[in-house]
Structures are given as structure tokens and as C-alpha cells.
């Protein structure tokens, strides 16, 4: 069986929603990044824990999964994100730029549709902050279907933790993970 792709969303998983005052946890450190099609002079404060990429890095060595960004940074994520967590550059969905209000327009996540084009029919772990109900029946019912499909959402205003990837590396391997990694610091 070809290897199931590994999802990965960036705000409310690798970047918290800001807490009500206004903070970040102190696990997460600040970077100012200025994405593509922007000024030098426009740059956007973002938060990163650098635990989270020694975490990833070990769930993308495992060879169990092929890791794919799936998030409204697009290209930046592989440019701009991807490398303050020490991570290898890997593909993204090219998602849309569409004219919403809302991340759910139709009941369900907005991304959905396209991912559901973009993976066709192999299998999935997707990790993100923002699914409803309706995207844990379309989950429900590919799983039931034959094919592997696993939604993990993280609180967005804690983000990615350590069982996250532990979960996705059980469903990967059916068995449970003994070691579940260190929160090493990320050392480029
Ligand atoms: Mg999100």
C-alpha cells in the first residue's frame, strides 16, 4: 500500500490563536516572516514552538507517512514556516485564494473539497484546527470505504502537542508508540 499522506495545517497547529489578552504560549517563540507577495516592511509576527520540529521530523523519518502542508500559507509554508522548524522542504496543496467569510461555507472546511480532489483516493491522516462535524462523516465514511482517512484537531489555542503525532503514528503503524520523542529544541 502506497504510503497515506500526512496533512499538516499551520494556524491553530504550528501557530496558536492568540490567547484573549492577547498572549502566545512561552513555549512558542516569535518570528517576524514576510510572505510572498509582501513588502519587506510588511512582515507578519508568528509564533512557533521549536519542539514542534524535532516532533515532526520524527513522525516524517519514520518513513510512515509522506508529509504534505495543507494551509492558507501555501508556498510560504515550504519557504517561510517550514524552515524556522528546522524542516525539510515538502509539498503543499495549492490551495485557492477564495472570496469567504467563513472557513465553513458549505457546513465543512473550506479546504476540504480541494484536498478531497488533490489525494483522490489515498489514504490520509489530516491535522487541523477547524473541522466540523460534516468533515468527520466525509472521514467516517472514506475510512468505511477502505480508505485509511484520520482527522486529528488540535485545540487552536493550544496547537500541536506530542499525543497529536502519537495518535497519527498509531493509526500509521497500528500499534501503539512507546516513545513518544522529546521536546528537543530545534537546532538547524
Ligand atoms: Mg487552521
Same mark, same amino acid.
Given at each position: 500500500?502506497? #504510503? &497515506?499522506? +500526512? +496533512? @499538516?495545517? !499551520?494556524d491553530g497547529v504550528l501557530i496558536p490563536f492568540p490567547a484573549a489578552i492577547g498572549t502566545s504560549p512561552p513555549t512558542h517563540a516569535r518570528h517576524d516572516v514576510v510572505p510572498a507577495g509582501r513588502s519587506a516592511d510588511d512582515a507578519v509576527t508568528v509564533w512557533l514552538n521549536p519542539a514542534h520540529g524535532p516532533l515532526l521530523m520524527d513522525v !516524517?523519518? =519514520?518513513g510512515l507517512v509522506t508529509p504534505?502542508?495543507?494551509?492558507s500559507w501555501r508556498q510560504d509554508a515550504t519557504t517561510l514556516i517550514g524552515p #524556522?522548524?528546522?524542516? &525539510? =522542504?515538502? &509539498?503543499?496543496?495549492d490551495l485557492p485564494r477564495p472570496q469567504i467569510t467563513t472557513s465553513h461555507p458549505n457546513?465543512? +472546511?473550506?479546504?476540504?473539497?480541494h484536498v478531497d480532489a488533490w489525494i483522490a483516493d489515498a489514504p490520509v491522516a489530516w491535522i487541523d484546527d477547524d473541522f *466540523?462535524? #460534516?468533515?468527520?462523516?466525509? /472521514?467516517a465514511e472514506r475510512d468505511a470505504g477502505g480508505t485509511p482517512t484520520l482527522l486529528v484537531q488540535p485545540d487552536p489555542y493550544i496547537g500541536l @502537542? &506530542?499525543?497529536?503525532? /502519537? *495518535?497519527?503514528?498509531k493509526w500509521a503503524t497500528g500499534k501503539p508508540l512507546h516513545d513518544a520523542g522529546t521536546a528537543a529544541t530545534a537546532r538547524c
Open positions: 500500500m502506497r #504510503l &497515506p499522506y +500526512l +496533512l @499538516l495545517d !499551520i !516524517i523519518r =519514520s504534505v502542508w495543507c494551509t #524556522l522548524l528546522c524542516l &525539510p =522542504s515538502f &509539498p503543499y496543496v457546513g465543512y +472546511l473550506w479546504k476540504r473539497d *466540523t462535524d #460534516l468533515d468527520q462523516e466525509w /472521514a @502537542l &506530542p499525543e497529536h503525532l /502519537a *495518535t497519527v503514528r
